[in-house]
């Protein structure tokens, strides 16, 4: 394990060298000028030129790399252009709205796609499993967007169940700051107005970002129960009388989550990443929304540590799905 562990750590420095190199080229192929931007339309060329030589814009696009990786193995990602704080200040402010958003939609995912996979194993060919089906391909196909919009309108126009943006009622008080995601500072500080309104907020986002993932564990869930539902052990334990919610969950399901760990571990940093259409549909104050802002001012240095904090999320994700596949799969360890 240990082995295992220290390769994905090397692995991890070559991302990020990868990441920044790719996202820093990208952001300086893009037409435009920050410096012109930051200025104004009716700044002078010696305003633009000083803003632009503040930034180090100025120096050859080599020498401007090198110093952003200096900056960033120091820990410093750089000046947002457009907020003019520095972007990790940025990033720890907006990125407790992102996770908790992601975690409402992964717990969703794995309520509802576990068990709709193990009626769909179970129920083969059976109108459930064809239903099923249909909603897994449903919720790979349909962009996010659409279905975002979709919701709002269902939801929120015609229904009037569930508010269409924000992350609480714009006439309550946020929670006391403990954790900073308002759900559990609502539970810790007793606010129950406050929770109230952030569950109300949470749950649109929550459902139409979940889509996907959901759609993807069941999919993976149903094929990994069919999987093990034809072993030989299980014809075994049949033979031996044990049958039913025993026999699926004790004997079927647990082995069956053995490959589908990886999905389940993969689809939270894809519910980190794909949050920034979501946030952007629902205005929710998270990382989402602030990268969608920072690129509409060509705000470089917000891009680039946006996409290298959720790179190297990406890759701590992957790491602990290895290692708990490697727990639940006792054949790694031989």
Known sequence: MMKMVMRRIAFLVFVI??????????SHIIPGDPASMMAGQHASK???????????????????????????LSGDFGTSIRT??????????????TLELAIAAFIIAILLGIPLGIVSAVKKNQFWDHASRIFSISGVSIPVFFSGLVAILIFYGYLNWFPANGRIDMT????????SFYIIDS????????????????ILPALVLSYAQLAIITRQVRASMLEVLSQEYIRT????????????????????LVPTVTVIGTSFGALLGGA?????????PGMGKYVVDSIAYL????????????????????????ITYFILNPQLKE
Do not use: C
Request: hydrophobic share 50%; aromatic share 10%.
């Open 172 to 179: 309550i008080n946020p929670p006391t700051r403990i954790t």
């Open 17 to 26: 060298f990868g990441v920044s190199l790719v996202t820093f080229v990208l």
């Open 276 to 284: 920034v259409v979501t946030e952007t549909i629902f205005d929710w």
């Open 84 to 97: 003019q704080n520095p972007v990790i200040d940025d990033l720890a402010n907006y990125f407790p709205a």
């Open 237 to 256: 334990a049949k033979a031996n009388g044990i049958h039913g919610y025993k026999l699926l969950i004790r004997y079927a399901l647990r082995n069956a």
């Open 46 to 72: 010696q305003t633009v030129e000083h803003i632009r030589q503040q930034l180090g814009l100025d120096q050859p696009i080599l020498i401007q790399y090198v110093e952003y990786v200096k900056g960033v």
């Open 299 to 322: 705000d470089f240095p917000a891009i680039m540590g946006f996409t290298l904090f959720i790179s190297i999320g990406y890759v701590l994700i992957n790491l602990m799905v290895d």
């Open 187 to 202: 539970l810790l500080s007793g606010d129950m107005i406050a929770l109230k309104s952030s569950l109300q907020h949470i």
